[in-house]
Structures are given as structure tokens and as C-alpha cells.
T-cell receptor
Framework: DVKVTQSSRYLVKRTGEKVFLECVQD?????MFWYRQDPGLGLRLIYF???????EKGDIPEGYSVSREKKERFSLILESASTNQTSMYLC??????????FGPGTRLTVT | QKEVEQNSGPLSVPEGAIASLNCTYS??????FFWYRQYSGKSPELIMF????GDKEDGRFTAQLNKASQYVSLLIRDSQPSDSATYLC??????????FGSGTRLQVQP
């Protein structure tokens, strides 16, 4: 079974803080994704990565950056957290048939 | 803008009935289609995927694909209260990413 883990289930941060969300997969997958999910807006793609040190912007990259130094780990960085970044953040790892396996999610609240 | 459309529901079915969930997509070039289940407060869980026109069965689940009509559906046989969740349809974009629909909420009444 594919296992995707995320560093925190719940996180509370203050406006202006730098926030790191980590995702680790154990299947040696090349492709990994970061989404946010908000009520009424569905899943929105923030960034994705095809391989180590490779990254591409998704649909809503503003205010975010990513890091992929090792194949199994894909980090999402909120450079200066704002209240409109309060959301559920979901990491996904992609299998050979392009199916995506999601981690448990991090519910981030920015106050 | 590539789109994936789903009726938001809720779709309410009695226990033991067949639940039919539908999805349409705009990109004729899409090749791969996925169904996910998401319980409230949890992350999406892959149910199954389909590439070819026709039906694909996995246990109580059947995915149906009609590329000419740009339509994909998920049938759940013998629906159980534990099937109550939001079901997300996803379609490949051709760049190894998926576009997700907003989901259909299913309620199975005991």
C-alpha cells in the first residue's frame, strides 16, 4: 500500500509567520502535488513536482513556494502566512497510472 | 479552462439500493478518469480509475466511461450507510495533473 504522510494534522499560526508543511511518500514516486481544499471551491492545485529539484506552478501558486531536495519529501512553504491561507492542505503522490494518493491533510488556521 | 462537472447533491438513496453518480468533462483529449471518496474532514481516497470506454467493476463499484459523450459515472451497488460521503470525479489534464470536480454528496439512508 502507498503511504503518504504529512507532518501535522492541525496547525495554528499567526499572520506573517513562515510556515512549513511537509509531505513524505514511501513508494519512490516521481510526481508529487500540493493542493488546498476549501468549502465550495473544491481542490485547487498549488504546486507540483516531477522529480527532485523540479517544480511547476499550479493554478494558485501566489504566496507559496515549494522544495523537493529528496525524492520522497515535498515541502510546501507559506512565505508570510495570511488569514486567507487558512485551509485544508493536501499532499498527493502519483502512481504509474497517474492515480493520486493523498496524505491525511493538514488543517491550517492562520490568526 | 478544462472543467469537470458534478451535481453537488445531496443524492439520497435507501440502504441496499444502487447509487449512481455522474460526471461530465470538457477536454476531449482526456484519457484517464478517477473516482475518489472523501469522508467529512478526511482526505480523498482512491476508489478506482478507468481508461477505456465501457464498464469496469471492482467489488460493489462500477465505473462507466463514454468518451463520445464525455461522461463518466460511478455505480455503487448494495449501498451502505458507510458509503455516505462526497464522491470526487477527476480527469487527467495531459500534464500528469488531475482536474477534480467539486464532488457529489451521497447520503445512504438506513
Amino acid at each position: 500500500d502507498v503511504k503518504v504522510t504529512q507532518s501535522s494534522r492541525y496547525l495554528v499560526k499567526r499572520t506573517g509567520e513562515k510556515v512549513f508543511l511537509e509531505c513524505v511518500q514511501d513508494m519512490d514516486h516521481e510526481n508529487m502535488f500540493w493542493y488546498r481544499q476549501d468549502p465550495g471551491l473544491g481542490l485547487r492545485l498549488i504546486y507540483f513536482s516531477y522529480d527532485v529539484k523540479m517544480k511547476e506552478k499550479g493554478d494558485i501558486p501566489e504566496g507559496y513556494s515549494v522544495s523537493r531536495e529528496k525524492k520522497e519529501r515535498f515541502s510546501l512553504i507559506l512565505e508570510s502566512a495570511s488569514t486567507n491561507q487558512t485551509s485544508m492542505y493536501l499532499c498527493a503522490s502519483v502512481g504509474f497510472a497517474y492515480e493520486q494518493y493523498f496524505g491525511p491533510g493538514t488543517r491550517l488556521t492562520v490568526t | 479552462q478544462k472543467e469537470v462537472e458534478q451535481n453537488s447533491g445531496p443524492l439520497s438513496v435507501p440502504e441496499g439500493a444502487i447509487a449512481s453518480l455522474n460526471c461530465t468533462y470538457s477536454d476531449r483529449g482526456s484519457q484517464s478518469f478517477f473516482w475518489y471518496r472523501q469522508y467529512s474532514g478526511k482526505s480523498p481516497e482512491l476508489i478506482m480509475f478507468i481508461y477505456s470506454n465501457g464498464d469496469k467493476e471492482d467489488g460493489r463499484f462500477t465505473a462507466q466511461l463514454n468518451k463520445a459523450s464525455q461522461y463518466v459515472s460511478l455505480l455503487i451497488r448494495d449501498s451502505q450507510p458507510s458509503d455516505s460521503a462526497t464522491y470526487l470525479c477527476a480527469v487527467d489534464t495531459g500534464r500528469r495533473a488531475l482536474t477534480f470536480g467539486s464532488g457529489t454528496r451521497l447520503q445512504v439512508q438506513p
